[in-house]
C-alpha cells in the first residue's frame, strides 16, 4: 500500500513538473502573441535588422542613425558591442522606443572570451567531449557576464580540404566525431538553459555544406550530390538542433546553383519542417544582398523576397530587409505572415532570455568582474591546450626533457603573445597576459637559462638571423623550433593555395639540424600544413595549432612530461596540395592502389608520389605505448533490432602514465550503394597507469550501421561489416567481421 501512495505521488509530481513546462511555454507564446499584434509592420521589420557596431568581420554597409532607429524599434539586434557599460547603454536606448522591446547583442565568442581556448579544431584533436564542452561553458560565462546574449558558434561545417582557412574554425573531417564536438558546444553555450546569467544563445554555422568550397577558396560555390549532403555534411547539424541549439546561421555559398541564404529546401524544408527548429536563422555579413552578386536576384529588393521566403529569419548587415520587406508586403510580393514567423521566433528567444522582464540582467559589473579575473578559468584552459597538442614524431624518446639541459628555443613565433591567441579571438586593447612559449618554457627552466633566437621572418625569405639562430643552436644540448602560421594566415577568407611551412621557415629547421643537436620542431598552425622535410628529418614534432591565453604554459607542460600528450589529429595531413581534398573515409575503386599506397599502372594513385597521407585521421602518438588485445565479440550475428557488444583489453606497456584514444571503424563490405573504406563510429579515450589494464566495451545497434540509400532512406543493410579498433584510422591493431541479418 506505502508503495503505491509513493508511486501515486510520483506520478502527480510528474504531472505537475510537465504542466507546469507546457504552461511556462504557453506564457511565453502568448506574450509573443500580444507584444506581435501591437507591433506596426515597421516595427516587425525592424526586428529582423541586425547592424554592427565599430569593429566589423565583412565590408561595412552605410552607417545611417543606428541610435534613431533603435529609438524608432527598427532595430532587433546589435552584433560586435561588449561589456556591461557598452550594452547597458544600448539597451537604454531600445528602451525609449514605443514598445520597448530588447535589444539582442550578439559576439563572435568561437574559442573563448576573455580567456582565449585553443581554437576548435586544435581542440577537437583533443577528443575529449567533457573538456569542450567545458570551454564553451567558460565561455558563455564571460561574456554573458559582459552583457552578450549571443555568440555566432559553434561552426560545425565539415572540411576535407586544408586550404579553406576556415578548417580552424570547427572539428575537422569525420562526421561522426563533428555530430559529437557540435553537441557538446552547444550544451556549454547554453548551459542549464536559456534566461540563466550563464548562459548565451549558441548558433549552428554555416548552413551548409560551407565547408566544401571548390577549390578550398572561402565563400566559393559547392556542387554536391543529395546523398553526399546528407551523409557527410548536414548531421552535425542535426545533432546541434538536438541539443537545443537557439539559432542558425546560413552559408556564403550557393549549393547546387542555389545560394543557402535563398534555400528554401535548406530552411524551410529540412531545419524549419524535417527537424522541426524553433529557433531563428540569422544571415551570414551581408549575405542576402551577396545573392545579387550569385546572379540569383537582380537586386536588393527580389533579395528580401528571395530571403525571407527561404526562411532567413534576420538580415545581418545588408540592410535588405529594413528596406524593402515592408514594401514587398505592400506590393503583395510577400505575404506578412512571413514576416510575422520570423519576428515571433525572434522574440520568443528574447522572452527565453528574460530580457523582457530585466533587459539589463545580462549587464552586471560585478558578475563581468568576477568572471574576467577567474584564475580557475585560465587553468582550465591551460589544461585543454595540453590536451589539443598532437604528438607527431619522438625518435629515441627525446621527449619529455629533463631538467638541467640548456636548452635554445628559436624560431619567428617563440616570443609571439598575439599568434598564440589564433584566428576569431575576441579582441582586447592588451594581450600582455598571454603566455608566450619563452616566457613558459623560462618559468619552467628558470630565469637566464633559456637561449634565444628568432631566427627568421615567418614569411619573408630573408636569412640574416641564419647565423646568430646557428650560432645559438651549437651553445644549447637541445633546441626547441618554433615555426608555423601567423594567426591570420588560417582563418575567415584566409585560403591558401599553398599550404607548406611558409617563408624559409623550413630551411632554417634543416639548417639548425645539420648542426648535429637534438632537435624537437613546435608546428604552430589553423590547419594541416605541408613539411615533408620536417617530418622525414626533425627528430620529433609536437603540433601546437593556436594554444590561447595558457600556451606558453601548456607547451612547456608537455615538453617536460608534466602532461603526457593524448592528442590524435582531426584531419589528414596530406604529402602536397595535389592530394587535396583528402580523408580517411573515402570511397574504394574498381581499380584500387595497394594498401601501402605506391603506384601500380592502371591502378588509382599517383605517378610522382604515394596517395596515403603524410599524417592519418586520428593519429596521435605518447611518452608511453599501449597493446591492444583479447578481442570478442558476443555475437557473430545481429539482428536488426539486436546489438553487439564488442570487447577488447587495453594495456599500458610504457614507463609513463597516459591516456590513449581507442576507435572504433566499421566498413560495410556490399551495399546498395558504395560505401566508405572505413568509418569511425566510436572511440574511447581513458587514463592507463604503466602496467595497467582495462577492458573497454563498444556497443554495435542499427545505428551505427545505417547510411542513406540512393532514395534518401536511412537504411542498415544486411551483409558482412569489417571491425576494425586501433590508435587511428590507418594503425589498425584488432579485426574481426560479423553479420547483420
Known amino acids: 500500500m506505502l508503495k503505491s501512495k509513493h508511486l501515486m505521488l510520483l506520478l502527480l509530481c510528474t504531472f505537475l513538473v510537465s504542466f507546469s513546462a507546457e504552461a511556462q511555454k504557453k506564457t511565453i507564446e502568448q506574450r509573443v502573441d500580444s507584444v506581435l499584434k501591437l507591433m506596426t509592420l515597421d516595427e516587425k521589420v525592424g526586428q529582423l535588422n541586425q547592424y554592427t557596431s565599430a569593429w566589423a568581420t565583412g565590408p561595412v554597409s552605410p552607417e ?66 567533457g573538456a569542450i564542452e567545458q570551454g564553451a561553458r567558460i565561455a558563455a560565462v564571460e561574456a554573458a557576464a559582459s552583457g552578450v546574449h549571443w555568440t555566432f558558434a559553434p561552426m560545425v561545417d565539415i572540411a576535407r580540404d586544408p586550404r579553406w582557412g576556415r578548417v580552424m574554425e570547427g572539428a575537422g573531417e569525420d562526421t561522426y566525431l563533428g555530430c559529437l564536438i557540435a553537441k557538446a558546444r552547444v550544451k556549454g553555450f547554453q548551459g542549464k538553459g536559456l534566461g540563466n546569467t550563464d548562459a548565451v544563445m549558441a548558433c549552428a554555422k554555416h548552413f551548409a555544406a560551407y565547408g566544401a568550397a571548390i577549390g578550398g577558396r572561402d565563400y566559393n560555390s559547392v556542387d554536391m550530390s543529395d ?17 537545443g541549439a ?17 534555400n528554401a529546401y535548406l530552411q524551410r524544408d529540412i531545419l524549419k519542417g524535417k527537424w522541426g527548429f524553433k529557433g531563428f536563422v540569422v544571415s551570414d555579413w551581408g549575405s542576402i ?35 524593402n520587406l515592408a514594401q514587398l508586403v505592400k506590393d503583395g510580393k510577400i505575404s506578412e505572415a512571413l514576416i510575422d514567423d520570423a519576428v515571433k521566433r525572434i522574440l ?55 631538467s638541467g639541459k640548456k636548452i635554445a628555443l628559436i624560431g619567428p613565433l617563440a616570443k609571439s603573445k598575439d599568434d598564440m591567441l589564433g584566428f576569431w579571438s575576441v579582441a582586447w586593447p592588451d594581450n600582455s597576459d598571454v ?135 582531426p584531419m589528414t595531413f596530406p604529402r602536397s596540395e595535389g592530394q587535396v581534398p583528402i580523408y580517411y573515409n573515402y570511397m574504394n575503386t574498381g581499380r584500387p592502389a595497394a594498401d601501402n599506397g605506391t603506384f601500380a599502372n592502371y591502378r588509382s594513385g599517383y605517378i610522382d608520389m604515394v596517395k596515403s597521407p603524410k599524417f592519418p585521421f586520428g593519429y596521435g602518438l605518447s611518452y608511453t605505448s599501449f597493446k591492444y588485445s583479447d578481442l570478442k565479440l558476443s555475437s557473430s550475428q545481429m539482428d536488426s533490432n539486436g546489438t553487439i557488444d564488442v570487447s577488447f583489453t587495453l594495456t599500458n606497456t610504457g614507463k609513463y602514465a597516459g591516456e590513449e584514444v581507442a576507435q572504433l571503424y566499421l566498413r560495410d563490405q556490399v551495399a546498395s550503394v558504395v560505401r566508405p ?4 563510429k566510436d572511440f574511447q579515450k581513458l587514463m592507463l597507469k604503466p602496467g595497467e589494464s582495462k577492458i ?18 536511412w537504411v542498415a543493410e544486411p551483409g558482412t561489416f569489417d571491425l576494425m579498433i586501433g590508435s587511428s584510422s590507418a594503425d589498425i591493431r584488432l579485426k574481426d567481421k560479423f553479420e547483420l541479418q
Open 227 to 243: 546523398r553526399t549532403l546528407w551523409e557527410v555534411y548536414l548531421p552535425p547539424f542535426k545533432a546541434a538542433v538536438d541539443a
Open 348 to 402: 520568443q528567444k528574447k522572452f527565453e532570455l528574460g530580457l523582457f522582464e530585466d533587459p539589463y540582467k545580462f549587464s552586471n559589473p560585478d558578475r563581468e568582474k568576477q568572471a574576467l579575473n577567474n584564475p580557475e578559468h585560465r587553468a582550465i584552459e591551460r589544461d585543454m591546450a595540453r590536451k589539443s597538442i598532437v604528438l607527431l614524431k619522438n625518435e629515441n624518446n627525446i621527449l619529455p626533457l629533463s
Open 289 to 323: 544582398g551577396e545573392m545579387i552578386q550569385h546572379g540569383f536576384v537582380k537586386d536588393n529588393y527580389e533579395a528580401a523576397q528571395a530571403a525571407i521566403k527561404a526562411g532567413s529569419d534576420m538580415d545581418m548587415e545588408s540592410r535588405s530587409y529594413i528596406k
Open 677 to 680: 573504406v572505413k568509418e569511425l
Open 696 to 713: 573497454i566495451h563498444f556497443t554495435i545497434d542499427k545505428q551505427k550501421l545505417s547510411f542513406y540509400n540512393n532514395k534518401l532512406e
Open 435 to 569: 603566455i608566450s612559449q619563452f616566457e613558459g618554457l623560462e618559468k619552467r627552466v628558470g630565469k637566464g637559462k633559456l637561449l634565444y633566437a628568432k631566427g627568421c621572418g615567418i614569411s619573408d625569405s630573408s636569412k640574416a638571423d641564419f647565423a646568430e639562430a646557428i650560432a645559438v643552436a651549437l651553445k644549447a644540448d637541445i633546441v626547441i623550433l618554433s615555426m608555423g602560421e601567423k594567426r591570420d594566415m588560417s582563418g575567415e577568407a584566409k585560403s591558401r593555395s599553398n599550404i607548406h611551412i611558409p617563408g624559409i621557415q623550413e630551411e632554417l629547421i634543416k639548417a639548425i639540424c645539420e648542426t648535429g643537436k637534438p632537435v624537437v620542431v613546435l608546428i604552430n598552425a589553423g590547419r594541416p600544413l605541408v613539411f615533408n622535410w620536417t617530418a622525414d628529418h626533425a627528430p620529433a614534432i609536437l603540433y601546437t595549432w593556436w594554444l590561447g591565453s595558457e600556451a606558453g604554459n601548456a607547451i612547456a607542460d608537455v615538453l617536460f612530461g608534466d602532461y603526457n600528450p593524448a592528442g590524435k589529429l
Open 64 to 129: 545611417g542613425n543606428k541610435i534613431q532607429e533603435i529609438k524608432e524599434g527598427r532595430l532587433g539586434s546589435l552584433l560586435n558591442v561588449k561589456g556591461f557599460d557598452k550594452t547597458r547603454a544600448m539597451q537604454e536606448v531600445a528602451m525609449q522606443s514605443r514598445l520597448k522591446i530588447p535589444l539582442l547583442f550578439g559576439l563572435d565568442v568561437i574559442h573563448g572570451y576573455k580567456t582565449t581556448f585553443p581554437i576548435p579544431l586544435a581542440e577537437a584533436a583533443s577528443w575529449d567531449l
Open 246 to 262: 537557439a539559432t542558425f546561421m546560413n552559408s556564403f555559398n550557393d549549393l547546387n546553383g542555389v545560394p543557402a541564404t535563398g
